[in-house]
């Protein structure tokens, strides 16, 4: 199961309620790989047109 959208909570309290935690838990506003990098790369002005 993926905790993804879940806040507030240590990675003990995930695993008690039976969530696999196989990254530690970052703290808000931390940057998110989960297809990102190019929505934030055509928001810089790099010269490059997408």
């Known amino acids: 199961m993926d905790y993804f959208g879940l806040s507030g909570h240590t990675n003990d309290e995930l695993k008690k309620m039976g969530y696999i935690v196989w990254m530690p838990v970052q703290e808000k506003g931390s940057w998110l790989g989960e297809g ?10 790099n010269g490059l047109r997408a």
């Open 36 to 45: 990102d990098d190019p929505t934030f790369m055509n928001m810089l002005d």
